[in-house]
Nanobody, 120 residues
Framework: QVQLQESGPGLVKPSQTLSLTCTVS??????????WSWIRQPPGKGLEWIGY???????YYSPSLKSRTSISRDTSKNQFTLQMSSVTPEDTAVYYC????????????WGQGTQVTVSS
């Protein structure tokens, strides 16, 4: 059974850096051909894809967020981490980590999501 669990602060001040970690169990983040993703949902809006780190360590980001987003991993802990700098209240959302598989990047497992509020 694959499980993903997000963790991190629920409140971040404007202009600071948001940092969330996804801990994966039941699967290795280095196994081909999985892509470990971050996705968010602002209040009252749809899902927004942020980016992923692939099984090889390669990363790919949404063009609209690329300049202030970084995804990294710790293979010894089977975790991957999202960092988003210079946050504003518009970054308030429920943040999810998820696993995508194969060339079509179909999502098969999701974390439960974690609320992040950007406010002073």
């Amino acid at each position: 059974q694959v499980q993903l669990q997000e963790s991190g602060p629920g409140l971040v001040k404007p202009s600071q850096t948001l940092s969330l970690t996804c801990t994966v169990s039941g699967a290795s983040i280095t196994t081909k051909y999985y892509y470990w993703s971050w996705i968010r949902q602002p209040p009252g809006k749809g899902l927004e894809w942020i980016g992923y780190i692939g099984y090889s360590g390669s990363t790919y980001y949404s063009p609209s967020l690329k300049s202030r987003t970084s995804i990294s991993r710790d293979t010894s802990k089977n975790q991957f981490t999202l960092q988003m700098s210079s946050v504003t209240p518009e970054d308030t959302a429920v943040y999810y980590c998820a696993r995508a598989v194969g060339s079509k990047y179909e999502y098969d497992y999701w974390g439960q999501g974690t609320q992040v509020t950007v406010s002073s």
